[in-house]
């Protein structure tokens, strides 16, 4: 892909628990509109490394910077203002099943508006209309009004997409968004996120279990072990095997 300025950098990232050292010296650096997937096994660091570019997590030591921002540094109103610039799409979706499929989306506007808001109408037209071209450009238009928990999980993850457009992200953090899925639904989603990311310039940064998928997937991929960046490739230059070294003998017996 084309040369694009940087967006994500770490460098010598460590995140300390206790004994636990999730984090190991981790440096990398992911350009404007890179598809980029994180592999490993659970416990491997992935999901912590994504918590630390929007600061749901502080480091022990390092620097983190995102759209130009000084991430740990940042506070209040400045730490609101990142967050609205990066969406992201969780593991288990985050709706609320009581609520309709157009509320859950227009939820992911609520950092733009002042106030609570309480049912489909006290938001403003322009974005009831934005919500439900979201949910077309995800495959649910007539299922605004259904009950999110009426949905099947990979349609819940659809909505939890459109959600995460409604911020007009600049980046979009998902952290296994298909780990709950069946395989054919997980596609599904998987390609939608890609074809998305590619029509607004999104840079992607997911975490996957799934080697294959991850493979076919992403423009790069980088491994994580016991913390630490263990590789780092392009996706078209992928090798199976040193793939396989992050999971180690579990790798080698897949």
Same mark, same amino acid.
């Given at each position: 892909m084309p040369e694009s300025h940087a967006v994500v950098e770490i460098?010598?990232?460590?995140?300390?628990?206790?004994?636990? *050292?999730?984090?190991?010296?981790?440096?990398l650096t992911v350009g404007e509109g890179e598809i980029v997937v994180l592999l490993g096994?659970?416990?491997?660091?992935?999901? %912590?490394?994504?918590?630390?570019?929007?600061?749901?997590?502080l480091p022990t030591s390092g620097?983190?910077?995102?759209?130009? =921002?000084n991430v740990p540094a940042l506070r209040g109103r400045a730490l609101r203002r990142l967050r609205s *610039?990066?969406?992201?799409?969780?593991?288990?979706? =985050?709706?609320?099943?009581?609520?309709?499929v157009l509320e859950n989306v227009l939820s992911g506007a609520l950092s733009t508006l002042a106030g609570p808001r309480l049912g489909v109408w006290s938001y403003p037209t322009s974005l009831r209309t934005t919500a439900l071209g979201h949910l077309e450009r995800v495959g649910l238009a007539?299922?605004?009004?259904?009950?999110?928990? %009426?949905?099947?999980?990979?349609?819940?993850?659809?909505v939890a997409i459109a959600r995460a457009l409604m911020q007009s992200p600049e980046i979009l953090? $998902?952290? =296994?968004p298909v780990a709950s899925l069946d395989p054919e639904s997980s596609r599904q989603v998987m390609d939608l996120i890609r074809e998305i990311g590619r029509e607004r310039g999104l840079t992607v940064v997911c975490s996957l279990h799934q080697i294959e998928l991850a493979a076919s997937w992403g423009d790069r991929l980088i491994?994580?072990?016991?913390?630490?960046?263990v590789l780092d490739t392009?996706?078209? $230059?992928?090798?199976?095997?040193?793939?396989?070294?992050i999971y180690g003998p579990v790798g080698a017996a897949l």
């Open positions: 460098n010598d990232l460590v995140k300390q628990y206790g004994d636990l *050292r999730a984090l190991d010296g981790v440096s096994l659970s416990g491997s660091g992935k999901s %912590t490394l994504l918590r630390h570019i929007d600061q749901l997590d620097s983190i910077r995102v759209l130009g =921002e *610039r990066i969406g992201v799409v969780f593991q288990q979706f =985050e709706l609320v099943g009581s609520l309709s007539g299922r605004e009004y259904q009950r999110a928990d %009426t949905l099947s999980g990979g349609q819940q993850q659809r953090l $998902a952290d =296994e491994g994580l072990q016991s913390g630490r960046v392009p996706a078209a $230059a992928v090798d199976r095997e040193a793939v396989m070294r």
